[in-house]
């Protein structure tokens, strides 16, 4: 499974938009783009996955540039509730399909 | 609540005790996996299932580490001879690989604490 990179940490205000970015520029073609989030003593939850179009659910939003290298992903409109440790992986859906975890994004969100 | 459930929550034990964790899944899902995080990292898979057949694990972390899921159902994770390096957070989680999609429903964890 290829490799991501996530910045460590971010901050947000409340009420305004998150967005997480990750970069994953060795994705196969094959490969899907998912994220997860852990919030605080609780098992990851997962948010949202795409291939290459871009995705909407009722949690977040998932923007994946056309040369599938980087995406972004988009909290709306970010609550206290949102701030988690978010995780980019990237994989494809046959096979094991276990989850390769990085450190992820550190997200605070400040009242 | 995902659905996933495990048990204990928490578990302190002395070093060279013997322990074992249970996993128990969405009633539906034929895919069960293990995984362990220790503080500050991510999540680290460690083995898994397809209906009760194990199908990867040479990723637990030695020997003393074993799983069973004996049904298809529940599972557990059992630590023979604990050492302190043990304490961690052990996390279950399920899918449903017909029908293709494979976002993983993880349960609360139990944290094991080796003193």
């Known amino acids: 499974d290829a490799k991501t990179t996530q910045p460590p940490s971010m901050d947000c205000a409340e009420g305004r938009a998150a967005n997480l970015p990750c970069n994953h520029s060795t994705i196969s073609g094959n490969e899907y783009v998912y994220w997860y989030r852990q919030i605080h003593s609780q098992g990851p939850q997962y948010i949202i996955h795409?291939?290459?179009n871009n995705e909407t659910n009722e949690m977040a939003s998932l923007i994946i540039t056309e040369d599938r290298k980087s995406s972004t992903l988009i909290l709306p409109h970010a609550t206290l509730r949102d701030t988690a440790v978010y995780y980019c992986?990237?994989?494809?859906?046959?096979?094991?399909?276990?989850?390769?975890f990085g450190t992820g994004t550190r997200l605070t969100v400040i009242p | 609540d995902t659905g996933v459930s495990q048990d204990p929550r928490h578990k302190i034990t002395k070093r060279g005790q013997n322990v074992t964790f249970r996993c128990d899944p969405i009633s539906e899902h034929n895919r069960l996996y293990w995984y362990r995080q220790t503080l500050g990292q991510g999540p680290e898979f460690l083995t898994y299932?397809?209906?009760?057949?194990?199908?990867?694990k040479s990723r637990l972390l030695s020997d003393r580490f074993s799983a069973e899921r004996p049904k298809g159902s529940f599972s557990t994770l059992e630590i023979q001879r604990t050492e302190q390096g043990d304490s961690a957070m052990y996390l279950c989680a399920s899918t449903l690989t017909s029908g293709g999609s494979y976002e993983q429903y993880f349960g609360p964890g139990t944290r094991l604490t080796v003193t």
């Open positions: 299932f397809q209906n009760e057949a194990q199908l990867e």
């Open positions: 992986i990237v994989r494809v859906d046959s096979g094991a399909n276990n989850l390769f």
């Open positions: 795409g291939l290459k």
